[in-house]
């Protein structure tokens, strides 16, 4: 089974929709350690990309995620917009040529993705950002894909880790971002964006699986 163009129009308006279900938990999250916007600019940030990618005629993967994350970088102030853009150029860079992605293509693309947000955020695990998410979503899913699980278990690892690792967020004292600010008192919240990037992850799996 591989990752189709639809299957990744899904995924990219499946992730809309999460935003959009959980716009007042991630701005909730966010009032706990920043400043209360990070449901809103992620929603701002998605609806103009419906349109958008809804309109894309005759395009490839490639453009689809070049699309959404130019549309992300110009339509949401903060730091979401311009890691958000990152992570989807990173995916529209690395599947460029390609018309169906295997779970090999899909690791590496997502591997790239995380390494870009990584250069341009400078978090590294640990500081509670969204890559203690994203980072172990992209290993677990190499992992699958090495160890030769078919699609569905690599999404659904890839899924689990990304959960897991936003849990983790919680104890965790902010190193980056503006939660940083509140040095100790970050801890015993868990990270917004980390949030984010699971349902970006967990869009992803309900897509191409076509499971909820
Ligand atoms: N340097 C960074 N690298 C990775 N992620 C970051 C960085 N700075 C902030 N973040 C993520 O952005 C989230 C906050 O997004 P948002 O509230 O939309 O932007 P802002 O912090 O500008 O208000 C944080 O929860 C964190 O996960
Ligand atoms: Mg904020």
Redesign the pocket.
Known sequence: MAITYEQGLAFVQGFAAAIAENKEYLTQL?SEI??A??GT??NRGMQAVLPKVGSLEGADLSQLFKTTAMTLISTVG???GP?YGTLFLGLGTAVTGKTALSTEDWSQALDAAVQA?RAR???EPGDK???DALQPAADSLREAAQDGATLEAALAACEQAAEQGMQATIPLVAR????SYLGERSAGHQ????TSSWLLVRAARQAITAET
């Open positions: 966010d920043g400043d916007d990070h600019n992620m903060g730091a979401s890691l947000v955020g400078k978090a950002t969204m890559i980056k971002g503006r939660a990270d917004p964006g980390a």
